[in-house]
């Protein structure tokens, strides 16, 4: 689950190999890959490029930050890693969230992603970054980009990084949306894509604006066609986007 480098010592191979054991055993027991994809995103998510702030620091286990409306339900999440955290006091919450992540997207079905260990952990409130830092759904290409660009992606990772909404559903309580963005919400594919393109759409799937906004954009269009048509070049492209976003900012 997730590849490793060649260089790590074997203290650091046996502690991944032991926490992505317990997460596996988390996920077959409790299938909540989607929420802790949309952790890690939310921990990393707020890095600026401009200031070199925010990013995977696990920022997001404390107040202000938690409370965040984008962050409604994570703590859910976060409560379900404690235990593994427990076991493993050598990994950083930050390298957790991350780990979380990786594991369950390949658990899911989706890419092998590579991932490192050496993320460090906000010590208090103050690592906390501001709110309005994440993408808000209800907006559209403009607002993405201001988001995404400030982070230092491309439309194109746009696209893939959208592609995640294979995993999982809104929750009204949560982001106020209610639904699925495909029929197997629980398996990382590319049916995201084929379900965007679709001429008719399935009502009882979800469509946001920073959904559609993706078919509007040609620069973005151009990816939703190449990744619907090609499971295989979606998986390589969104393991390498993946990969940037759990190492914004991170100095390894």
């Not at 989706?110 to 907006?139: V, Y």
């Not at 209610?178 to 759409?201: C, H, I, R, S, V």
Request: aromatic content about 10%; proline content about 6%; some cysteine.
């Amino acid at each position: 689950m997730g590849s490793m480098s060649s260089s790590l010592s074997k203290s650091d191979v046996k502690l991944l190999n032991g926490v992505k054991s317990d997460l596996i055993a988390l996920y077959r027991e409790t299938p909540c890959m989607p929420i802790m994809v949309r952790l890690a995103w939310h921990d990393a998510g707020t890095y600026d490029a401009h200031t070199d702030t925010g990013g995977p620091t696990a920022s997001i286990r404390f107040a202000p930050e938690k409370d965040h409306g984008a962050n409604a339900g994570l703590g859910w999440a976060m409560d379900k890693l404690e235990p593994i955290k427990a076991a493993h006091p050598a990994i950083s919450y930050a390298d957790l969230y991350q780990l979380a992540s990786v594991v369950a997207v390949e658990f899911a079905g989706g890419p092998s992603i590579p991932f490192r260990l050496g993320r460090k952990d906000a010590a208090s409130p103050k690592g906390c970054t501001p709110d309005g830092r994440l993408p808000d759904a209800a907006q559209g290409a403009n607002h993405q980009r201001d988001i995404f660009y400030r982070m230092g992606f491309t439309d194109k990772e746009i696209v893939v990084l959208s592609g995640a909404h294979t995993l999982g559903r809104a929750h009204p309580d949560r982001s106020g949306f209610d639904g699925a963005w495909t029929q197997e919400p629980l398996m990382f594919d590319n049916t995201y894509f084929q379900e965007l393109l679709k001429k008719t759409a399935d009502p009882t799937l979800l469509k946001l604006t920073s959904d559609l906004c993706l078919l509007e954009e040609p620069s973005m269009r151009r990816w939703v066609e190449v990744y619907a048509a090609d499971e295989a070049r979606f998986f390589a492209d969104y393991a390498a986007a993946h990969q940037k976003l759990s190492e914004l900012g991170v100095a390894f």
